[in-house]
């Protein structure tokens, strides 16, 4: 399978306790987004890398989120003290080089927070 | 106000109407739009993009009208398989993409 994959898919921890999630771009893709989608609404910018820089973080992320992309490949999405407002659908997409702007999207990692 | 608007919906409609949803977006500058379609319990997929010139794939129509900023997508010959939420994003000029909160279409036999 040569799409964008996602791990675990689904995690139900504890509140205050830590999680992290992986996500496996499409090989030759060097932009990586993470998003948050809660029911009814639509994905909700966190955070993009292009290869290994993270060049932008939304402002509405808490200290308590943080992302990796170590060598430009897989990327990961750390939350720390996890709140159940955490609670959401946590999804990765990546997008090829320059001139080509589709997203393409994982199956998303779904967290509850109990 | 919402960096990207769309109306909620949902629009019920019976299969072979014609339906046209619209996305109001607020940062004059920003330069791409896209309309993603996103099934229940699913990933969003890439629909079509928008250009000022209009773009056509089939049945969908998509538009952009920037002195209004406003972003239309029309649904000519709706079938069974169009029922989804379609999402409206906006490229920025920097690397952050908006997505609206979603159109949900449930068509009908």
């Known amino acids: 399978d040569t799409g964008v994959s996602q791990n675990p898919r689904h995690k139900i921890t504890k509140r205050g306790q830590n999680v992290t999630f992986r996500c496996d771009p499409i090989?030759?893709?060097?932009?990586l987004y993470w998003y948050r989608q809660t029911l009814g609404q639509g994905p909700e910018f966190l955070t993009y890398?292009?290869?290994?820089?993270?060049?932008?973080k939304s402002r509405l992320l808490s200290d308590r989120f943080s992302a990796e992309r170590p060598k430009g490949s897989f990327s990961t999405l750390e939350i720390q003290r996890t709140e159940q407002g955490d609670s959401a659908m946590y999804l990765c997409?990546?997008?090829?080089?320059?001139?080509?702007?589709?997203?393409?999207f994982g199956p998303g990692t779904r967290l509850t927070v109990l | 106000r919402k960096e990207v608007e769309q109306d909620p919906g949902p629009f019920n409609v019976p299969e072979g109407a014609t339906v046209a949803f619209n996305c109001t977006y607020s940062?004059?500058?920003?330069?791409?739009f896209f309309w993603y379609r996103q099934d229940c319990r699913k990933e969003p997929k890439l629909l079509m993009s928008v250009y000022s010139s209009g773009n056509e794939d089939g049945r969908f129509t998509a538009q952009l009208n920037r002195a209004s900023q406003y972003i239309s997508l029309l649904i000519r010959d709706s079938k069974l398989s169009d029922s989804a939420t379609y999402l409206c994003?906006?490229?920025?000029?920097?690397?952050?993409?908006?997505f609206g909160a979603g159109t949900r279409l449930f068509v009908k036999a």
């Open positions: 940062n004059s500058a920003s330069q791409s």
């Open positions: 994003v906006e490229h920025t000029g920097g690397f952050k993409t908006i």
């Open positions: 090989s030759e893709h060097n932009r």
């Open positions: 890398f292009q290869n290994e820089a993270q060049l932008e």
């Open positions: 997409a990546s997008r090829g080089g320059a001139g080509t702007n589709e997203q393409f």
